[in-house]
């Protein structure tokens, strides 16, 4: 990887810190907590295969021939959620919150939090870390789904999400 996409990548994750408001849970303490998690669960899921070489091998899922989903899990736990107002949905939308209003009362700290992740990784000035991250239209359609996916689910307050996420 060239010097530029290593300055793009490191800018586009300092602005996304950057967005995580002090709140007392869903901060930049708590971001750092998720994708460092994450990070070791593909670690031991599907990096490791030697740590399995005596015992049964781990499911991945298919994780382990898919860089575009193990992306997409990063940058999901990198965004997920960025600019959280420290409020719930719910009460967001007790209060005819402006987000609520624009997310029709649906995941909406979580939706807000895709629009950020997703405004700021298309600006121009990240245009060579798309192109080099997202060779193909298509991975970069796919990358987005999984991302939306991801960070919606963790939306446990929604019924119809966590039904759908038991159901798979």
Same mark, same amino acid.
């Given at each position: 990887?060239?010097?530029?996409?290593?300055?793009?990548?490191?800018?586009?994750?300092?602005?996304?810190?950057?967005?995580?408001?002090?709140?007392?849970?869903?901060?930049?303490?708590?971001?750092?907590?998720?994708?460092?998690?994450?990070?070791?669960?593909?670690?031991?899921?599907?990096?490791?295969?030697?740590?399995?070489?005596?015992?049964?091998?781990?499911?991945?899922? /298919?994780?382990? +021939?898919?860089?575009? =989903?193990?992306?997409?899990?990063?940058? #999901?736990? *990198?965004?997920? %959620?960025?600019?959280?107002? /420290?409020?719930? +949905?719910?009460?967001? =939308?007790?209060?005819?919150?402006?987000? #609520?209003? *624009?997310?029709? %009362?649906?995941?909406?700290?979580?939706?807000?939090?895709?629009?950020?992740?997703?405004?700021?990784?298309?600006?121009?000035?990240?245009?060579?870390?798309?192109?080099?991250?997202?060779?193909?239209?298509?991975?970069?359609?796919?990358?987005?789904?999984?991302?939306?996916?991801?960070?919606?689910?963790?939306?446990?307050?929604?019924?119809?999400?966590?039904?759908?996420?038991?159901?798979?």
């Amino acid at each position: 990887l060239d010097d530029n996409f290593v300055t793009q990548l490191t800018e586009f994750v300092k602005r996304i810190l950057g967005g995580y408001k002090d709140v007392p849970y869903h901060n930049r303490e708590h971001a750092y907590h998720v994708v460092i998690s994450t990070n070791k669960l593909i670690d031991l899921m599907v990096i490791r295969q030697n740590a399995w070489s005596k015992k049964k091998p781990p499911v991945t899922f /298919g994780l382990r +021939n898919d860089p575009t =989903a193990l992306l997409a899990l990063l940058f #999901a736990s *990198l965004i997920h %959620d960025v600019e959280h107002q /420290g409020i719930p +949905n719910r009460q967001l =939308a007790v209060e005819d919150d402006r987000l #609520a209003i *624009l997310y029709n %009362d649906q995941s909406i700290a979580e939706n807000w939090s895709i629009y950020i992740g997703f405004s700021e990784l298309l600006q121009d000035e990240f245009q060579h870390l798309r192109t080099v991250l997202f060779p193909e239209k298509e991975e970069y359609q796919r990358f987005r789904k999984l991302v939306v996916n991801l960070v919606l689910c963790t939306d446990i307050a929604s019924p119809e999400r966590s039904q759908l996420v038991k159901s798979k």
